[in-house]
């Protein structure tokens, strides 16, 4: 169990340095939460994210990392996505988006990391809460739907 926890441990700070590596200055961009449940692998995940100001027109880059617990396998996926946000007069906005995704799959002492593709399509209000489904194809959980919040 001990040796478990620390893989996890690892993996966290690793996916968390790719992540921050690759994203513009903390100054130009709000930071997240997310949680949810996944199909196939059948899991509960957590996570954070960071999301730009618009890149071009409504398009952002919201990188994430989830870490999905349960079907006796740990996944960490480090999701670069990038949303469009449709415009609207509403509280509530609505958008869609596509990223790669690198998974990292850990099933009794055996890692393996594998590269996924992911689309979804979320619904975010304006004070920072959101829902979102995703659809991942190649080797990213088959749907995931979460919750979570944006700081801005």
Known sequence: ???RLMYVL???LCASAVVCAGIVPAAAQDAGV???VSVSPDQFYFGGHVETK???DHLRFRPNVEIGLGDE???VGINLE???FFPTRSPWQVYAGAGPALNIFHLHDDTDLQAGLNFLVGVQHRDGLFFEFKVGAIDS???KFGVGFTWR
């Open 82 to 84: 990038f949303a469009y």
């Open 141 to 143: 959980p088959d749907i």
């Open 34 to 36: 997310r949680a949810g």
């Open 1 to 3: 169990m001990r040796e």
């Open 54 to 56: 618009p890149l071009v």
């Open 73 to 75: 396998r740990t996944l």
């Open 10 to 12: 690892r993996t966290v």
